[in-house]
């Protein structure tokens, strides 16, 4: 069973982040710069370095939340997930030492619940929960997780739900 290539507007969401970085970046620092002149430039130059130093665990854990969307996107054919179709992973983002992804995905809480020992194996991590979202049954919730934390698993869930750690 062989799956779909997506559109190309859906690669283009995809990459968003490094068509950013290689496109829209270098294009706006180039045009402050020649607008500004160089001394403002070099402020603002420093001024961004000194943010980033000052904000590096935010900008560590945003730039592995989106190493984890494409280890996602390589796990999901592997799965062989019913119907062909794989999730749309809508949005990740750094919870509290967690990653939370976002994906859309009709019928693929229940594979990915299944499987969610190959997910922790594809993002090499020791921990992925997976979750439904309250109102939507179309949206799936991933809690990736790098540290191996407390579950509660003397409590009967539902269809043997695996709790979050950190809601979104």
Not at 48 to 70: F, M
Not at 120 to 126: G, I, Q
Not at 134 to 151: C, E, H, N
Request: contains cysteine; proline residues 8%.
């Amino acid at each position: 069973m062989t799956s779909r290539q997506a559109s190309f507007a859906v690669r283009l969401y995809h990459w968003r982040w490094e068509i950013l970085v290689v496109t829209l970046l270098p294009y706006a620092v180039v045009a402050f710069a020649l607008w500004s002149g160089p001394l403002w430039t070099s402020v603002a130059l420093a001024a961004a370095l000194g943010l980033a130093v000052l904000r590096r665990r935010q900008v560590r854990e945003r730039i592995r939340a989106v190493r984890l969307q494409h280890r996602l996107r390589a796990a999901f054919p592997l799965l062989r997930l019913p119907g062909g179709r794989r999730p749309a992973i809508l949005w990740s983002r750094p919870r509290g030492g967690d990653i939370v992804v976002s994906l859309f995905g009709r019928e693929a809480f229940e594979p990915l619940h299944r499987q969610r020992t190959a997910l922790a194996a594809a993002c090499s991590v020791p921990a992925v929960y997976v979750d439904r979202h309250p109102k939507y049954a179309s949206f799936v919730t991933l809690t990736i997780s790098p540290t191996d934390g407390p579950r509660e698993l003397s409590r009967a869930l539902p269809s043997n739900v695996v709790p979050l750690r950190a809601h979104s």
